[in-house]
Protein backbone atom coordinates (compact mmCIF):
# COMPACT_ATOMS: atom_id res chain seq x y z
CA UNK A 1 0.00 0.00 0.00
CA UNK A 2 0.83 3.28 -1.19
CA UNK A 3 1.54 6.60 1.22
CA UNK A 4 -1.50 8.65 -1.35
CA UNK A 5 -3.80 5.26 -0.74
CA UNK A 6 -3.12 5.69 3.22
CA UNK A 7 -3.92 9.40 3.20
CA UNK A 8 -7.74 8.30 1.24
CA UNK A 9 -7.98 5.74 4.19
CA UNK A 10 -7.84 8.21 6.75
CA UNK A 11 -10.03 10.47 4.98
CA UNK A 12 -12.78 8.12 4.84
CA UNK A 13 -12.35 7.12 9.10
CA UNK A 14 -12.50 11.23 9.17
CA UNK A 15 -15.77 11.06 7.16
CA UNK A 16 -16.98 7.95 9.37
CA UNK A 17 -16.84 10.15 12.77
CA UNK A 18 -20.03 12.27 12.37
CA UNK A 19 -22.39 9.06 11.50
CA UNK A 20 -20.34 7.09 14.66
CA UNK A 21 -21.42 10.12 17.13
CA UNK A 22 -25.23 10.12 15.71
CA UNK A 23 -25.10 6.21 16.47
CA UNK A 24 -23.92 6.89 20.00
CA UNK A 25 -26.01 9.50 20.75
CA UNK A 26 -29.00 7.72 19.23
CA UNK A 27 -28.13 4.41 21.92
CA UNK A 28 -27.38 6.78 24.34
CA UNK A 29 -23.50 6.45 25.27
CA UNK A 30 -20.59 8.70 24.62
CA UNK A 31 -18.64 9.16 21.28
CA UNK A 32 -15.55 10.51 23.21
CA UNK A 33 -12.38 8.73 24.98
CA UNK A 34 -12.02 8.89 28.42
CA UNK A 35 -9.54 10.89 30.29
CA UNK A 36 -7.37 8.50 32.40
CA UNK A 37 -6.20 11.30 34.58
CA UNK A 38 -9.17 11.99 34.91
CA UNK A 39 -10.12 8.56 35.81
CA UNK A 40 -7.01 7.47 38.26
CA UNK A 41 -8.04 10.75 40.09
CA UNK A 42 -11.96 9.96 40.81
CA UNK A 43 -11.03 6.33 41.53
CA UNK A 44 -8.18 7.26 43.85
CA UNK A 45 -6.37 4.37 41.32
CA UNK A 46 -2.80 4.01 42.20
CA UNK A 47 -0.04 3.52 39.79
CA UNK A 48 2.31 0.55 40.24
CA UNK A 49 6.07 0.18 38.68
CA UNK A 50 5.55 -3.50 36.99
CA UNK A 51 5.25 -3.75 33.14
CA UNK A 52 4.44 -6.55 31.83
CA UNK A 53 4.05 -7.43 27.64
CA UNK A 54 0.69 -9.03 26.58
CA UNK A 55 -1.66 -8.89 23.60
CA UNK A 56 -4.89 -7.02 24.79
CA UNK A 57 -8.11 -6.60 23.16
CA UNK A 58 -8.76 -3.55 21.10
CA UNK A 59 -12.55 -3.45 22.43
CA UNK A 60 -11.17 -2.79 25.69
CA UNK A 61 -9.06 0.30 25.79
CA UNK A 62 -11.48 2.60 26.40
CA UNK A 63 -9.39 5.99 26.80
CA UNK A 64 -5.91 8.05 26.64
CA UNK A 65 -3.44 9.84 28.37
CA UNK A 66 -3.18 12.81 26.46
CA UNK A 67 -4.74 12.32 23.16
CA UNK A 68 -8.55 11.32 24.39
CA UNK A 69 -10.31 14.11 22.20
CA UNK A 70 -8.34 13.34 19.04
CA UNK A 71 -10.13 10.35 18.78
CA UNK A 72 -13.68 8.99 19.06
CA UNK A 73 -14.44 5.96 21.49
CA UNK A 74 -13.77 3.57 18.37
CA UNK A 75 -10.27 4.87 17.51
CA UNK A 76 -11.66 7.32 14.32
CA UNK A 77 -9.04 10.11 13.48
CA UNK A 78 -10.94 13.79 14.79
CA UNK A 79 -8.17 16.18 13.30
CA UNK A 80 -7.62 16.47 9.79
CA UNK A 81 -4.02 17.52 11.33
CA UNK A 82 -3.53 14.13 12.31
CA UNK A 83 -3.15 12.97 8.10
CA UNK A 84 0.46 12.45 8.07
CA UNK A 85 1.25 10.70 11.95
CA UNK A 86 -2.08 8.17 10.65
CA UNK A 87 -1.15 8.13 6.72
CA UNK A 88 2.73 6.81 7.93
CA UNK A 89 1.60 4.41 10.75
CA UNK A 90 -0.69 2.97 8.25
CA UNK A 91 1.83 2.23 5.33
CA UNK A 92 4.28 0.58 8.41
CA UNK A 93 1.18 -1.48 9.42
CA UNK A 94 0.46 -2.78 5.98
CA UNK A 95 4.29 -3.30 4.35
CA UNK A 96 6.73 -3.63 7.19
CA UNK A 97 4.40 -6.07 8.97
CA UNK A 98 4.17 -4.16 12.20
CA UNK A 99 4.42 -1.94 14.71
CA UNK A 100 6.62 -1.64 18.12
CA UNK A 101 4.10 -2.61 20.94
CA UNK A 102 1.97 0.00 22.24
CA UNK A 103 1.97 0.97 26.37
CA UNK A 104 -1.18 0.96 28.09
CA UNK A 105 -2.14 1.86 31.64
CA UNK A 106 -4.73 -0.70 32.59
CA UNK A 107 -7.48 -0.05 35.53
CA UNK A 108 -9.53 -3.22 36.22
CA UNK A 109 -10.83 -4.94 32.72
CA UNK A 110 -9.85 -1.89 30.27
CA UNK A 111 -6.94 0.30 29.31
CA UNK A 112 -6.27 3.46 28.95
CA UNK A 113 -3.12 4.03 25.81
CA UNK A 114 -0.14 6.53 27.07
CA UNK A 115 1.68 5.51 23.77
CA UNK A 116 0.37 4.36 20.62
CA UNK A 117 -2.82 5.91 20.18
CA UNK A 118 -2.67 6.33 16.00
CA UNK A 119 -1.47 2.58 16.45
CA UNK A 120 -4.62 1.77 17.87
CA UNK A 121 -6.23 3.77 15.59
CA UNK A 122 -5.27 1.84 11.99
CA UNK A 123 -5.40 -1.45 14.21
CA UNK A 124 -9.10 -0.84 14.64
CA UNK A 125 -9.48 0.31 10.80
CA UNK A 126 -7.37 -2.63 9.41
CA UNK A 127 -9.94 -5.15 11.44
CA UNK A 128 -7.49 -6.60 14.06
CA UNK A 129 -8.99 -7.71 17.46
CA UNK A 130 -5.92 -7.92 19.46
CA UNK A 131 -2.68 -5.84 19.63
CA UNK A 132 0.54 -6.14 21.39
CA UNK A 133 1.46 -3.38 24.62
CA UNK A 134 3.53 -3.11 27.31
CA UNK A 135 0.93 -3.09 30.08
CA UNK A 136 0.79 -1.29 33.36
CA UNK A 137 -1.03 -2.17 36.45
CA UNK A 138 -3.38 0.52 38.38
CA UNK A 139 -4.68 -0.27 41.62
CA UNK A 140 -8.38 0.14 42.34
CA UNK A 141 -10.85 -1.14 44.46
CA UNK A 142 -13.45 -0.15 42.01
CA UNK A 143 -14.19 -2.61 39.08
CA UNK A 144 -14.28 -1.14 35.66
CA UNK A 145 -15.75 -2.62 32.54
CA UNK A 146 -15.06 -2.24 28.56
CA UNK A 147 -18.60 -0.72 28.88
CA UNK A 148 -17.87 2.29 31.21
CA UNK A 149 -19.79 5.62 30.35
CA UNK A 150 -18.30 8.93 31.19
CA UNK A 151 -21.92 9.31 33.34
CA UNK A 152 -20.94 5.81 35.16
CA UNK A 153 -17.61 7.93 36.48
CA UNK A 154 -19.67 10.13 38.75
CA UNK A 155 -20.94 6.90 40.52
CA UNK A 156 -17.97 5.12 40.69
CA UNK A 157 -16.28 7.95 41.63
CA UNK A 158 -18.70 8.26 44.84
CA UNK A 159 -18.34 4.72 45.38
CA UNK A 160 -14.29 5.39 45.77
CA UNK A 161 -15.03 8.09 48.16
CA UNK A 162 -17.43 5.98 49.96
CA UNK A 163 -15.05 2.77 50.13
CA UNK A 164 -12.03 5.45 51.06
CA UNK A 165 -14.29 6.87 54.13
CA UNK A 166 -16.15 3.93 55.39
CA UNK A 167 -13.10 1.19 55.00
CA UNK A 168 -16.17 -1.10 53.65
CA UNK A 169 -13.97 -3.02 51.08
CA UNK A 170 -12.77 -4.42 54.53
CA UNK A 171 -15.92 -6.15 55.05
CA UNK A 172 -17.94 -6.33 51.48
CA UNK A 173 -17.08 -7.52 48.37
CA UNK A 174 -17.29 -4.09 46.43
CA UNK A 175 -19.30 -5.45 43.42
CA UNK A 176 -21.91 -5.81 45.70
CA UNK A 177 -22.41 -2.20 46.63
CA UNK A 178 -22.88 -1.29 43.58
CA UNK A 179 -25.36 1.30 42.94
CA UNK A 180 -26.83 2.53 39.38
CA UNK A 181 -27.51 6.08 39.48
CA UNK A 182 -25.97 8.74 40.89
CA UNK A 183 -25.64 10.60 44.51
CA UNK A 184 -26.60 7.14 45.71
CA UNK A 185 -23.75 6.57 48.12
CA UNK A 186 -24.24 9.88 50.71
CA UNK A 187 -27.39 8.58 52.53
CA UNK A 188 -25.32 5.40 52.72
CA UNK A 189 -22.14 7.33 54.27
CA UNK A 190 -24.87 9.44 56.70
CA UNK A 191 -26.48 6.23 57.94
CA UNK A 192 -22.79 5.16 58.76
CA UNK A 193 -22.38 8.62 60.98
CA UNK A 194 -25.24 8.23 62.53
CA UNK A 195 -24.82 4.73 63.41
CA UNK A 196 -21.53 5.16 64.44
CA UNK A 197 -22.80 8.22 66.69
CA UNK A 198 -25.63 5.63 68.41
CA UNK A 199 -22.81 3.35 69.02
CA UNK A 200 -20.96 5.77 70.36
CA UNK A 201 -23.57 7.01 72.72
CA UNK A 202 -24.82 3.32 73.22
CA UNK A 203 -20.89 2.32 74.39
CA UNK A 204 -19.95 5.51 76.03
CA UNK A 205 -16.72 5.10 74.65
CA UNK A 206 -15.22 6.22 71.05
CA UNK A 207 -15.98 4.26 68.00
CA UNK A 208 -13.81 3.65 64.88
CA UNK A 209 -15.13 4.78 61.64
CA UNK A 210 -14.21 0.94 60.43
CA UNK A 211 -15.81 -0.89 63.40
CA UNK A 212 -19.31 1.33 62.87
CA UNK A 213 -19.33 0.27 59.57
CA UNK A 214 -19.20 -3.49 59.61
CA UNK A 215 -22.12 -2.99 62.58
CA UNK A 216 -23.92 -1.15 60.26
CA UNK A 217 -23.47 -3.95 57.42
CA UNK A 218 -24.33 -6.45 59.89
CA UNK A 219 -27.39 -4.65 61.68
CA UNK A 220 -28.72 -2.23 59.23
CA UNK A 221 -27.70 -3.22 55.66
CA UNK A 222 -27.60 -7.02 55.56
CA UNK A 223 -31.32 -7.19 57.57
CA UNK A 224 -32.93 -5.83 54.53
CA UNK A 225 -30.57 -6.93 51.93
CA UNK A 226 -32.22 -10.37 52.99
CA UNK A 227 -35.75 -8.75 52.79
CA UNK A 228 -35.17 -7.98 49.21
CA UNK A 229 -33.98 -11.36 48.28
CA UNK A 230 -36.53 -13.55 50.35
CA UNK A 231 -39.22 -10.93 48.26
CA UNK A 232 -37.72 -11.53 45.14
CA UNK A 233 -38.10 -7.41 44.35
CA UNK A 234 -35.15 -6.93 41.82
CA UNK A 235 -37.54 -9.00 39.75
CA UNK A 236 -39.60 -5.86 38.94
CA UNK A 237 -36.74 -3.73 38.91
CA UNK A 238 -34.49 -4.63 35.51
CA UNK A 239 -31.16 -3.26 35.62
CA UNK A 240 -30.99 -2.02 39.22
CA UNK A 241 -29.03 -3.66 41.90
CA UNK A 242 -29.86 -4.37 45.12
CA UNK A 243 -28.04 -1.64 46.75
CA UNK A 244 -30.23 0.90 44.66
CA UNK A 245 -33.23 -0.93 46.40
CA UNK A 246 -31.72 -0.78 49.96
CA UNK A 247 -31.45 3.09 49.12
CA UNK A 248 -35.11 3.61 47.77
CA UNK A 249 -36.45 1.89 50.42
CA UNK A 250 -34.42 3.34 53.05
CA UNK A 251 -35.66 6.65 52.43
CA UNK A 252 -39.19 5.78 52.11
CA UNK A 253 -39.11 4.43 55.17
CA UNK A 254 -37.49 7.14 56.55
CA UNK A 255 -40.94 9.01 54.93
CA UNK A 256 -43.11 6.56 56.37
CA UNK A 257 -41.55 7.13 59.74
CA UNK A 258 -41.94 11.13 59.65
CA UNK A 259 -45.66 10.61 58.23
CA UNK A 260 -46.27 8.06 61.09
CA UNK A 261 -44.55 9.37 63.93
CA UNK A 262 -43.28 5.52 64.57
CA UNK A 263 -40.68 3.40 64.13
CA UNK A 264 -41.32 1.10 60.76
CA UNK A 265 -40.09 -2.56 60.32
CA UNK A 266 -37.73 -2.80 56.90
CA UNK A 267 -39.61 -5.54 55.55
CA UNK A 268 -42.82 -3.35 56.37
CA UNK A 269 -41.40 -0.49 54.08
CA UNK A 270 -40.38 -2.66 51.74
CA UNK A 271 -43.69 -4.10 50.95
CA UNK A 272 -45.30 -0.68 51.07
CA UNK A 273 -42.48 0.75 48.41
CA UNK A 274 -43.34 -2.23 46.09
CA UNK A 275 -47.02 -1.81 46.22
CA UNK A 276 -46.80 1.77 45.46
CA UNK A 277 -43.68 2.27 42.89
CA UNK A 278 -43.54 -0.96 41.09
CA UNK A 279 -43.50 -0.56 37.30
CA UNK A 280 -45.13 -4.23 36.63
CA UNK A 281 -48.30 -4.13 35.20
CA UNK A 282 -49.83 -6.05 37.34
CA UNK A 283 -48.39 -4.25 40.51
CA UNK A 284 -50.66 -1.09 38.49
CA UNK A 285 -53.34 -2.83 37.81
CA UNK A 286 -53.47 -3.82 41.26
CA UNK A 287 -53.22 -0.15 42.55
CA UNK A 288 -55.68 0.71 40.70
CA UNK A 289 -58.74 -1.87 41.35
CA UNK A 290 -57.94 -1.28 44.88
CA UNK A 291 -58.66 2.53 44.63
CA UNK A 292 -61.64 1.86 42.34
CA UNK A 293 -63.41 -0.78 44.92
CA UNK A 294 -62.40 0.99 48.03
CA UNK A 295 -64.12 4.64 46.33
CA UNK A 296 -67.52 2.51 45.82
CA UNK A 297 -67.24 0.10 48.90
CA UNK A 298 -68.22 0.96 52.88
CA UNK A 299 -66.12 0.21 55.12
CA UNK A 300 -68.54 -2.33 56.77
CA UNK A 301 -69.14 -4.50 53.61
CA UNK A 302 -65.20 -4.99 52.95
CA UNK A 303 -64.09 -7.98 53.46
CA UNK A 304 -60.60 -6.95 54.33
CA UNK A 305 -57.09 -9.16 53.37
CA UNK A 306 -57.26 -12.95 52.68
CA UNK A 307 -56.82 -15.80 55.51
CA UNK A 308 -52.70 -15.92 56.14
CA UNK A 309 -51.48 -13.27 54.52
CA UNK A 310 -50.45 -11.75 57.48
CA UNK A 311 -48.38 -14.84 58.95
CA UNK A 312 -46.82 -15.21 55.54
CA UNK A 313 -45.43 -11.44 55.74
CA UNK A 314 -44.46 -12.44 59.47
CA UNK A 315 -42.74 -15.38 59.18
CA UNK A 316 -40.81 -14.15 55.95
CA UNK A 317 -40.01 -11.45 58.10
CA UNK A 318 -38.60 -13.56 60.93
CA UNK A 319 -36.31 -15.07 58.14
CA UNK A 320 -34.88 -12.46 56.69
CA UNK A 321 -33.99 -10.08 59.49
CA UNK A 322 -33.67 -8.83 62.60
CA UNK A 323 -37.08 -9.51 63.84
CA UNK A 324 -39.07 -6.81 66.07
CA UNK A 325 -42.38 -7.27 66.77
CA UNK A 326 -44.49 -4.49 66.63
CA UNK A 327 -47.73 -3.92 68.92
CA UNK A 328 -50.78 -1.40 68.14
CA UNK A 329 -51.83 -0.22 70.97
CA UNK A 330 -55.11 3.00 69.95
CA UNK A 331 -56.16 4.90 73.14
CA UNK A 332 -59.20 7.20 73.43
CA UNK A 333 -58.23 9.14 76.90
CA UNK A 334 -60.92 7.02 79.11
CA UNK A 335 -59.73 5.31 82.04
CA UNK A 336 -60.82 2.14 80.90
CA UNK A 337 -58.65 2.16 77.98
CA UNK A 338 -56.08 2.26 80.15
CA UNK A 339 -56.24 -1.79 80.76
CA UNK A 340 -55.60 -2.45 76.71
CA UNK A 341 -51.97 -0.90 77.40
CA UNK A 342 -51.62 -3.13 80.39
CA UNK A 343 -52.48 -5.96 78.49
CA UNK A 344 -50.55 -4.67 75.56
CA UNK A 345 -47.49 -4.30 77.76
CA UNK A 346 -47.52 -7.91 79.14
CA UNK A 347 -47.81 -9.22 75.65
CA UNK A 348 -44.69 -6.91 74.80
CA UNK A 349 -43.14 -8.26 77.98
CA UNK A 350 -43.21 -11.85 76.83
CA UNK A 351 -42.38 -11.12 72.66
CA UNK A 352 -39.61 -8.69 73.44
CA UNK A 353 -41.81 -6.09 71.66
CA UNK A 354 -42.48 -2.57 71.19
CA UNK A 355 -46.05 -0.51 71.72
CA UNK A 356 -46.81 2.06 69.13
CA UNK A 357 -49.37 3.97 70.84
CA UNK A 358 -51.88 6.12 68.64
CA UNK A 359 -54.38 8.59 70.06
CA UNK A 360 -57.32 9.84 67.81
CA UNK A 361 -58.81 13.21 68.26
CA UNK A 362 -61.53 14.68 66.52
CA UNK A 363 -59.78 17.92 65.23
CA UNK A 364 -56.21 19.44 64.54
CA UNK A 365 -56.61 21.76 67.68
CA UNK A 366 -57.39 18.60 69.82
CA UNK A 367 -53.79 17.43 69.25
CA UNK A 368 -52.43 20.24 71.41
CA UNK A 369 -54.91 20.22 74.34
CA UNK A 370 -54.22 19.12 77.74
CA UNK A 371 -55.50 15.65 77.66
CA UNK A 372 -53.72 14.61 74.42
CA UNK A 373 -50.56 15.23 76.52
CA UNK A 374 -51.78 13.56 79.51
CA UNK A 375 -52.59 10.79 77.34
CA UNK A 376 -48.87 11.30 75.83
CA UNK A 377 -47.28 11.90 79.22
CA UNK A 378 -49.37 8.56 80.49
CA UNK A 379 -48.07 6.19 77.99
CA UNK A 380 -44.74 6.86 77.94
CA UNK A 381 -44.43 6.34 81.96
CA UNK A 382 -46.49 3.27 81.58
CA UNK A 383 -43.97 1.93 79.03
CA UNK A 384 -40.53 3.23 81.15
CA UNK A 385 -42.22 1.56 83.89
CA UNK A 386 -42.52 -1.95 82.21
CA UNK A 387 -38.91 -1.80 80.30
CA UNK A 388 -40.69 -1.73 77.20
CA UNK A 389 -40.10 0.88 74.03
CA UNK A 390 -43.16 2.28 73.36
CA UNK A 391 -44.00 6.15 71.01
CA UNK A 392 -47.60 7.81 70.56
CA UNK A 393 -48.72 9.01 67.33
CA UNK A 394 -51.44 11.58 67.80
CA UNK A 395 -54.15 11.77 64.71
CA UNK A 396 -57.14 13.12 62.99
CA UNK A 397 -59.70 10.86 61.92
CA UNK A 398 -62.10 8.25 61.85
CA UNK A 399 -61.21 5.57 64.62
CA UNK A 400 -61.50 2.17 62.70
CA UNK A 401 -60.41 3.52 59.30
CA UNK A 402 -57.18 4.77 61.28
CA UNK A 403 -56.69 1.77 63.06
CA UNK A 404 -56.83 -0.13 60.21
CA UNK A 405 -54.29 1.65 57.94
CA UNK A 406 -51.83 1.99 61.30
CA UNK A 407 -52.24 -2.11 61.22
CA UNK A 408 -50.04 -1.97 58.42
CA UNK A 409 -46.85 -1.32 60.20
CA UNK A 410 -47.34 -3.74 63.28
CA UNK A 411 -48.20 -7.18 63.74
CA UNK A 412 -50.88 -7.14 66.60
CA UNK A 413 -53.35 -4.40 67.34
CA UNK A 414 -54.63 -4.33 71.28
CA UNK A 415 -57.83 -2.15 71.15
CA UNK A 416 -59.97 -1.75 74.31
CA UNK A 417 -63.24 -3.20 73.84
CA UNK A 418 -65.68 -0.23 74.80
CA UNK A 419 -68.55 -0.84 72.17
CA UNK A 420 -68.82 -4.29 71.00
CA UNK A 421 -70.78 -5.08 67.80
CA UNK A 422 -74.68 -4.99 68.90
CA UNK A 423 -77.70 -7.68 68.60
CA UNK A 424 -79.79 -5.88 65.43
CA UNK A 425 -78.44 -6.13 62.10
CA UNK A 426 -78.33 -2.61 61.81
CA UNK A 427 -75.94 -2.07 64.63
CA UNK A 428 -73.47 -4.70 63.67
CA UNK A 429 -73.58 -3.19 60.25
CA UNK A 430 -72.41 0.32 61.68
CA UNK A 431 -70.19 -0.94 64.49
CA UNK A 432 -66.93 0.72 64.68
CA UNK A 433 -65.52 -2.51 65.99
CA UNK A 434 -66.96 -5.13 63.19
CA UNK A 435 -65.23 -3.03 60.70
CA UNK A 436 -61.86 -3.19 62.47
CA UNK A 437 -62.48 -6.73 62.53
CA UNK A 438 -63.14 -7.40 58.80
CA UNK A 439 -60.44 -4.74 57.35
CA UNK A 440 -57.59 -4.98 59.98
CA UNK A 441 -54.84 -6.80 58.71
CA UNK A 442 -53.44 -8.04 61.68
CA UNK A 443 -54.35 -10.30 64.39
CA UNK A 444 -56.79 -7.94 67.00
CA UNK A 445 -56.51 -8.54 70.56
CA UNK A 446 -59.93 -7.11 71.58
CA UNK A 447 -59.48 -6.25 75.62
CA UNK A 448 -62.90 -5.63 77.52
CA UNK A 449 -61.68 -4.54 81.03
CA UNK A 450 -58.71 -4.84 82.92
CA UNK A 451 -55.50 -7.06 82.33
CA UNK A 452 -55.58 -11.00 82.20
CA UNK A 453 -52.22 -12.77 82.78
CA UNK A 454 -53.13 -14.67 79.98
CA UNK A 455 -51.67 -18.39 81.35
CA UNK A 456 -54.62 -20.63 79.95
CA UNK A 457 -55.79 -19.62 76.01
CA UNK A 458 -58.71 -21.42 74.60
CA UNK A 459 -58.77 -21.56 70.95
CA UNK A 460 -62.71 -21.77 69.47
CA UNK A 461 -61.52 -24.76 65.83
CA UNK A 462 -63.75 -25.39 63.50
CA UNK A 463 -61.40 -26.11 60.71
CA UNK A 464 -61.78 -23.42 58.63
CA UNK A 465 -59.12 -20.95 57.02
CA UNK A 466 -59.41 -18.56 59.61
CA UNK A 467 -59.27 -20.86 62.14
CA UNK A 468 -56.44 -22.57 61.37
CA UNK A 469 -54.55 -19.20 61.50
CA UNK A 470 -55.62 -18.97 64.98
CA UNK A 471 -54.62 -22.39 65.54
CA UNK A 472 -50.80 -21.42 64.19
CA UNK A 473 -51.17 -18.81 66.31
CA UNK A 474 -52.11 -20.26 69.20
CA UNK A 475 -49.90 -23.04 69.30
CA UNK A 476 -46.99 -20.63 69.21
CA UNK A 477 -47.97 -19.01 72.21
CA UNK A 478 -48.40 -22.13 74.05
CA UNK A 479 -45.09 -23.17 73.11
CA UNK A 480 -43.34 -19.48 73.47
CA UNK A 481 -45.51 -18.50 76.22
CA UNK A 482 -45.32 -21.89 78.34
CA UNK A 483 -48.81 -21.42 78.97
CA UNK A 484 -51.57 -24.01 78.56
CA UNK A 485 -54.33 -24.56 75.63
CA UNK A 486 -57.54 -25.57 76.02
CA UNK A 487 -59.17 -26.57 71.93
CA UNK A 488 -63.01 -26.36 72.01
CA UNK A 489 -64.75 -28.01 68.74
CA UNK A 490 -68.96 -27.22 68.73
CA UNK A 491 -70.85 -28.37 66.04
CA UNK A 492 -74.42 -27.21 66.14
CA UNK A 493 -77.14 -29.37 65.71
CA UNK A 494 -75.20 -32.92 64.81
CA UNK A 495 -71.74 -34.71 66.18
CA UNK A 496 -68.39 -32.85 66.44
CA UNK A 497 -66.57 -33.89 64.12
CA UNK A 498 -63.55 -36.18 65.48
CA UNK A 499 -61.37 -35.19 61.92
CA UNK A 500 -61.30 -31.69 63.02
CA UNK A 501 -60.13 -32.01 66.58
CA UNK A 502 -57.90 -34.73 65.48
CA UNK A 503 -56.11 -32.15 62.88
CA UNK A 504 -55.74 -29.69 65.37
CA UNK A 505 -54.20 -31.83 67.98
CA UNK A 506 -52.20 -32.96 65.29
CA UNK A 507 -50.88 -29.53 64.38
CA UNK A 508 -50.02 -28.58 68.12
CA UNK A 509 -48.18 -32.07 69.03
CA UNK A 510 -46.18 -31.19 66.17
CA UNK A 511 -45.01 -28.35 67.76
CA UNK A 512 -44.47 -30.37 71.58
CA UNK A 513 -47.46 -28.44 72.43
CA UNK A 514 -50.36 -31.06 74.13
CA UNK A 515 -53.89 -29.44 73.98
CA UNK A 516 -56.69 -30.11 76.12
CA UNK A 517 -59.54 -31.66 73.38
CA UNK A 518 -63.08 -30.53 73.77
CA UNK A 519 -65.93 -31.63 71.94
CA UNK A 520 -69.18 -30.06 72.48
CA UNK A 521 -72.30 -29.27 70.40
CA UNK A 522 -75.18 -27.00 70.70
CA UNK A 523 -74.85 -22.90 70.23
CA UNK A 524 -71.76 -21.96 69.22
CA UNK A 525 -71.10 -18.95 71.39
CA UNK A 526 -72.92 -20.83 74.72
CA UNK A 527 -70.55 -23.62 74.11
CA UNK A 528 -67.13 -22.12 73.88
CA UNK A 529 -68.17 -19.63 76.87
CA UNK A 530 -68.94 -22.65 79.39
CA UNK A 531 -66.00 -24.61 78.06
CA UNK A 532 -64.04 -21.46 79.11
CA UNK A 533 -65.41 -21.39 82.75
CA UNK A 534 -65.28 -25.08 82.59
CA UNK A 535 -61.19 -24.82 82.24
CA UNK A 536 -60.62 -21.95 83.77
CA UNK A 537 -59.28 -20.54 80.65
CA UNK A 538 -58.52 -16.46 80.91
CA UNK A 539 -58.31 -15.44 77.22
CA UNK A 540 -59.91 -16.72 73.85
CA UNK A 541 -58.17 -17.32 70.63
CA UNK A 542 -60.43 -17.51 67.26
CA UNK A 543 -61.09 -16.85 64.23
CA UNK A 544 -62.72 -13.67 62.55
CA UNK A 545 -65.83 -13.97 60.91
CA UNK A 546 -66.31 -17.06 58.65
CA UNK A 547 -68.93 -15.36 55.98
CA UNK A 548 -69.30 -12.13 53.85
CA UNK A 549 -69.78 -9.16 55.34
CA UNK A 550 -73.35 -8.48 54.29
CA UNK A 551 -74.45 -12.13 55.91
CA UNK A 552 -72.68 -12.03 59.15
CA UNK A 553 -74.37 -8.26 59.80
CA UNK A 554 -77.77 -9.53 58.98
CA UNK A 555 -77.40 -13.19 60.66
CA UNK A 556 -74.87 -12.08 63.45
CA UNK A 557 -72.00 -14.44 64.81
CA UNK A 558 -70.00 -16.37 67.64
CA UNK A 559 -67.53 -14.05 67.50
CA UNK A 560 -69.98 -11.33 68.10
CA UNK A 561 -71.86 -12.83 71.17
CA UNK A 562 -68.21 -13.69 72.64
CA UNK A 563 -67.31 -9.88 72.22
CA UNK A 564 -70.21 -8.58 73.46
CA UNK A 565 -71.04 -11.12 76.62
CA UNK A 566 -67.09 -11.92 78.02
CA UNK A 567 -64.67 -10.01 80.45
CA UNK A 568 -61.52 -12.07 78.80
CA UNK A 569 -59.28 -10.74 76.02
CA UNK A 570 -60.40 -12.14 72.37
CA UNK A 571 -57.61 -12.59 69.96
CA UNK A 572 -59.76 -12.30 66.59
CA UNK A 573 -57.10 -13.98 64.04
CA UNK A 574 -57.19 -13.60 59.97
Same mark, same amino acid.
Given at each position: ??????????? &??? &????????????????????????????????????????????????????????????????????????? &???????????????? @????????? @??????? @???????????????????????? +??????????????????????????????????????????????????????????????????????????????????????????????????????????????????????????????????????????????????????????????????????????????????????????????????????????????????? +???????????????????????????? =????????????????????????????????????????? &???????????? !???? =?????????????? !??????????????????????? !??????????? @????????????????????????????????????????????????? =????? !??????????????????????????????? =??
Amino acid at each position: MGYSQAVMDFR &RAR &RKVALKRVLARLAGKSPDLLSYEDVRKKLKARESSRRDLKEIPLDSIVGSVGRYKDFTRGFLPRQDSDSDRWA &RVKVAVTELGGLPPIE @VFEIGEVYF @VLDGNHR @VSVAREVGATFIEAYVRQVKTKIP +LSPDVEPDDLIIKAGFADFLERTSLAEHLDADQLRVTAPGQYLPLFRQIEAHREFLIEERKQEVSQSEASEHWVEHNYIPLINVIREQALLRDFPGRTETDLYVWISRHREALEREVGWEIKPGSAAADLMLKSSPKVRRRAARLAKKAIAAVTPDPLEAGPAPGRWREGTLAARRAAHFTVDILVPLRGESASWGAVDQALLVAERESAR +LQGLYIVASEELKQDEEARFVKDEFERR =CKNAGIPGKLAIEVGGVARLICERARWVDLVVPHLAHPPGT &RPRARLESGFRT !MILR =CPTPILAVPGSRSP !MNSALLAYDGSPKAKEALYLSTY !MASRWSISLTI @VSVTEGRRVSDETLREAQSYAEQHDVMANLVGKSGEIANAILQAADERN =CDFFV !MGGYGHSPIVEAALGSAVDRILRETDKPVLI =CR
